[in-house]
T-cell receptor, first 113, second 113 residues
C-alpha cells in the first residue's frame, strides 16, 4: 500500500535557524508528492509539490526535492520566522488511487523569537 | 470570502447522540472530501464525492453517512456517537482534473463525552 513517514515533532528552533523535516514514502506506482501546512486553528494549505523525480517544489522560502532513489521528499527552509510555527504534513497521491491523498503524521514546528 | 466553510466549528455532545457537520465550498469545485484528524494530528481521508457521486469510501463505520445535495455541499452525519469519534473533522474540495491541490476548511472539533 501507500504510506508516508515523517519525523516526529515537536521541532523547536530559534528564529533564523535552518529547518529540515524528513519525509519518506512507499507507494505502489509513481506518486506525486506534497507538503501541506496547518497554521494554528486553521485548515491545511498546500505549501508545495513535485510531480516527478528530481523536481524541486518551492514556496515561501521552503523547498523540497523529489528523490526517487531514496524515496524521500525532505522539506527545508534556510531561515525560519516565528510565523512559520505550524504543523507540516507530507503527502502523496498515486494516480491509480484517484483523488486520494495519503498523509504522514504531521510534524509540529515551533519557532521562538 | 470564505472558500471552504464548515459548521459548527465546535461540537460537544453525549455518547449515543446523532449529529451532523455541514460543509460548503464557493470555489466552483466538483470534488469534495471529508478527513478525520485524531488527537495525534494524524490525518486520514474518510470520503470523497465528485459531482454528488461517492468515489472514495475508506473503511469507516456505517454510523458515518455523507450526503451531497449538490456539488457545493458535502455534509457528514454521524449516528450513535462514540468516544472514539472525538477528533477534528476537515472538509476539503478540489477540481477533479487537479486533485493535487485540495482546499481545506477550518475544521470542526467534535468532542464526545
Amino acid at each position: 500500500g501507500n504510506s508516508v513517514t515523517q519525523m516526529e515533532g515537536p521541532v523547536t528552533l530559534s528564529e533564523e535557524a535552518f529547518l529540515t523535516i524528513n519525509c519518506t514514502y512507499t507507494a505502489t506506482g509513481y506518486p506525486s508528492l506534497f507538503w501541506y501546512v496547518q497554521y494554528p486553528g486553521e485548515g491545511l494549505q498546500l505549501l508545495l509539490k513535485a510531480t516527478k523525480a528530481d523536481d524541486k517544489g518551492s514556496n515561501k522560502g521552503f523547498e523540497a526535492t523529489y528523490r526517487k532513489e531514496t524515496t524521500s521528499f525532505h522539506l527545508e527552509k534556510g531561515s525560519v520566522q516565528v510565523s512559520d510555527s505550524a504543523v507540516y504534513f507530507c503527502a502523496l497521491r498515486v494516480k491509480a488511487a484517484g483523488n486520494k491523498l495519503t498523509f504522514g503524521g504531521g510534524t509540529r514546528v515551533l519557532v521562538k523569537p | 470570502d470564505t472558500a471552504v466553510s464548515q459548521t459548527p466549528k465546535y461540537l460537544v455532545t453525549q455518547m449515543g447522540n446523532d449529529k451532523s457537520i455541514k460543509c460548503e465550498q464557493n470555489l466552483g469545485h466538483d470534488t469534495m472530501y471529508w478527513y478525520k484528524q485524531d488527537s495525534k494530528k494524524f490525518l486520514k481521508i474518510m470520503f470523497s464525492y465528485n459531482n454528488k457521486e461517492l468515489i472514495i469510501n475508506e473503511t469507516v463505520p456505517n454510523r458515518f453517512s455523507p450526503k451531497s445535495p449538490d456539488k457545493a455541499h458535502l455534509n457528514l452525519h454521524i449516528n450513535s456517537l462514540e468516544l472514539g469519534d472525538s477528533a477534528v473533522y476537515f472538509c476539503a474540495s478540489s477540481q477533479q482534473i487537479t486533485p493535487d491541490t485540495q482546499y481545506f476548511g477550518p475544521g470542526t472539533r467534535l468532542t464526545v463525552l
